[in-house]
């Protein structure tokens, strides 16, 4: 998938705000998010497009009703791509420092 | 209400690939965290997932099969008494061509609020499909071991 999309879709406030709604309750109609939020309805139904063209979010029919699910596969691979893989050679300095400064002590 | 996930990501492979990465022990122990599946793959059939330690981690039932395309797993946890207590979950594989890569989508749920189950799989899913993403495309995983 395009790391792009998946950046410019969470660089924006209101955006992330609807992935931690969705976090904390998954399956949510356009109604059920826009509940107690500052924002028109066009404007979240516009912010969940963008998060589903970066599949941060994916839609599905429950009978009338288009239920929103978070999807944190992207999220993941961000992760690994920009964290893992430099949280690694970190934590192996860091632990090659504590083994040379262990075994100074005993001349 | 149920709770339950949806998982999608796009690989570039072909549906029959992606059939194979998901069934087949060679693969799915790259991915999977060490884990393989034992079935034969038809509709009606046995299912489950054994660890790398070999210790049986789920059971359940294939309710339905269609290769490449889709796949229903009646699914159990077997090794946490926790999450064995809520029972059979549904699991269902949907793989789309989508010019040269296949959207899957992975939507595990089960009828029960609130479930340990479904965020004890929560956790799992990310990692093993990201792994099965880096596998079909580069031939190797990021995190080979476990979780």
């Known amino acids: 998938m395009d790391d792009d999309a998946v950046f410019k879709a969470l660089a924006d406030r209101s955006r992330r705000l609807l992935l931690d709604r969705l976090y904390r309750n998954n399956g949510q109609s356009l109604g059920d998010l826009c509940e107690g939020l500052q924002m028109s309805r066009q404007a979240v139904a516009k912010h969940l497009g963008v998060l589903e063209e970066a599949n941060l979010i994916t839609v599905q029919w429950a009978g009338r009703e288009k239920l929103h699910f978070i999807n944190p596969v992207p999220i993941n691979q961000i992760s690994e791509r920009w964290i893992g893989k430099f949280e690694l050679p970190r934590m192996r300095v860091l632990s ?12 | 209400m149920a709770s339950s996930f949806v998982y999608v990501t796009f690989i570039r ?15 799915t122990e790259k991915y999977w965290f060490g884990a393989h599946l034992v079935s034969d793959w038809k509709a009606g059939s046995a299912w489950k997932i054994i660890m ?23 699914w159990r946890n077997e090794f946490m008494p926790e999450l064995k ?12 061509p989508m010019g040269e890569a296949c959207k899957l ?3 595990h749920s089960i009828e029960k609020d609130h479930s340990k189950f479904v965020e004890a799989v929560s956790g799992g899913w990310p990692r093993i499909l990201s792994n099965l993403k880096s596998l079909l495309e580069t031939g190797a995983v990021t995190l080979p071991d476990s979780p």
């Open chain 1, 96 to 107: 090659d420092l504590k083994d040379a400064l262990e075994k100074k002590p005993r001349k």
């Open chain 2, 52 to 74: 790398k330690d070999g210790r049986v981690a789920d059971t359940g039932e294939l309710l339905e099969v269609d290769p490449p395309r889709r796949m229903v797993v009646k």
């Open chain 2, 13 to 27: 492979t072909t549906p029959d690939k992606l059939w194979t990465a998901l069934t087949e022990r060679a693969f």
């Open chain 2, 105 to 107: 989508t992975i939507s």
């Open chain 2, 85 to 96: 207590a809520e029972g059979y979950s549904r699991c269902v594989f949907d793989i789309e």
